[in-house]
């Protein structure tokens, strides 16, 4: 965990309202880092609905293995995350590991294991050992409050510089209710299904399936349109949990995701997905610089994410905006690379609005100057216009520096 902050984190954190049904608590358990939290647990009132979306990586971690057999039954008393140690590539020895901590999770809040969901992140290839959590879960549950989301959402972290916290209130039937969520991730992320680690918490009264439905529609557009170096982690897990306590306030019970009493949840929901997506962005390995990858005038939307993913993922676009350097040739590049439909001499390009490239040449009003003095701003827009069709999508990434080597090269000493 860096001891300096990015320049590109939130000006200010949101206050995180209480969610009836959800008590939050942290503690060290000692996993890796000394003089810090690194455990946290959650715990749900009996009937929360949990619904997951996990890596697509063909390694994963042992606990994305158990959760995603648990999700079947739709159900959640306690979700415990520790960062330092992602128990990935750890064999017999990872397995028990989580069986080990849902045993004394279920234990210590008394509800059965498969109510119990766990993520961990940190160093990849490391056993965990699972009996640092005896006794220390059983504290966490008697001491757990609602509330202090900030507080869990540093429990998590491993090289993230900030926090990463995002809320919303919106009104479902008659009653108010409250959409939390928290994530952590700085480094090896191209979410594709999920983010590193990502948990959502509302008193929506929603089904699993309804609520699992929302979620895999609510990341297509926001987690999975985020990467930093390319990197699909072991362990990206997006967990949400829905108590079901507004139903007390007037809150209909929903079943299905395309209930029409769900659009304004529905905008909600994904407006938290969204806002933390663009933190984990903004908190990449060394970053200096948050960078929004448009592509308009594509094929088709499929074709345009892929190319802007191409551009996003580039190294030689994300060192020279580290370097303000507005190389559209570098952009023309990852363009060609992607493998979908482009025309060369149909291709624009723009920096921070700026246009310097048209029709497959450098625009002729092109000003160095003005060009060098928009890319020392904080934020990047890039806008690629390839004049094939309606396409159109958009990811947000950051620049590449020479901090992202120097955190990397050192994150197992």
């Known amino acids: ?62 606990p994305v293995e158990w959760c995603r057999a648990k999700l079947k039954g739709g159900k959640a008393r306690a979700l415990v995350v520790n960062s330092g140690n992602a128990n990935a590539f750890t064999g017999k020895t990872g397995r028990a590991s989580t069986a080990l901590t849902a045993k004394i999770a279920a234990k210590a809040v008394g509800c059965s294991e498969s109510e119990i969901f766990l993520a961990s992140t940190g160093v990849i290839g490391e056993p965990l050992d699972a009996t640092k959590f005896d006794g220390v879960l059983g504290r966490l549950a008697e001491t757990a409050e609602p509330g202090d989301y900030l507080t ?48 959502i918490f509302t008193d929506a009264p929603i089904a699993p399936a309804a609520l699992q439905a929302l979620l895999k529609s609510g990341v297509e557009d926001t987690f999975n349109a985020v990467t930093i170096d390319g990197d699909t982690s072991t362990s ?69 994410r892929k190319i802007a993913m191409s551009i996003a993922n580039s190294p030689l676009v994300k060192t ?13 590049m990852a363009v060609g690379k992607a493998g979908e439909p482009a025309d060369r001499d149909k291709l624009s390009i723009s920096f921070n609005g700026i246009r310097v490239a048209r029709s497959g040449a450098r625009d002729p009003s092109y000003d160095e100057a003005q060009v060098s003095e928009a890319m020392k701003a904080p934020e990047i827009a890039i806008l690629v216009s390839l004049g094939l069709g309606k396409g159109r ?20 000493s």
């Open 152 to 199: 869990a959402a540093k429990a998590i972290m491993t090289t993230d510089t900030f926090p990463k916290v995002a809320t919303a209130t919106v009104k479902l039937g008659k009653a108010k209710v409250t959409i939390n969520g928290m994530a952590k991730g700085a480094g090896m992320i191209a979410p594709d299904m999920a983010t590193m680690l990502s948990f």
């Open 236 to 304: 990206d897990t997006l967990l949400a949990f829905a108590t079901g306590a507004a139903a007390e306030h007037g809150a209909p019970r929903i079943s299905r995701a395309s209930d029409p009493r769900l659009k304004a949840f529905v905008k909600a929901f994904n407006q938290v997905l969204a806002n933390l997506a663009e933190q984990v962005a903004r908190d990449g390995e060394g970053a200096r610089k948050l960078v929004e990858i448009t592509v308009e005038g594509a094929k088709t939307k499929a074709s345009a």
């Open 393 to 412: 999508d958009r990811v947000m990434t950051c620049d590449l520096t020479k901090e992202y080597v120097a955190i990397n090269g050192d994150y197992r």
């Open 1 to 62: 965990m860096s001891s300096s902050v990015s320049p590109l984190a939130p000006k200010t954190v949101p206050d995180m309202p209480v969610i009836a049904g959800i008590r939050l608590a942290t503690a060290e358990a000692g996993i890796r880092y000394k003089n810090r939290t690194d455990v946290l647990l959650a715990v749900m009132d009996k009937g929360t609905a949990v619904a997951g979306v996990f890596t697509r990586s063909k390694c994963p971690s042992a």
């Open 320 to 332: 020279a905006i580290a370097g303000e350097d507005a190389n559209w040739g570098r952009v023309v």
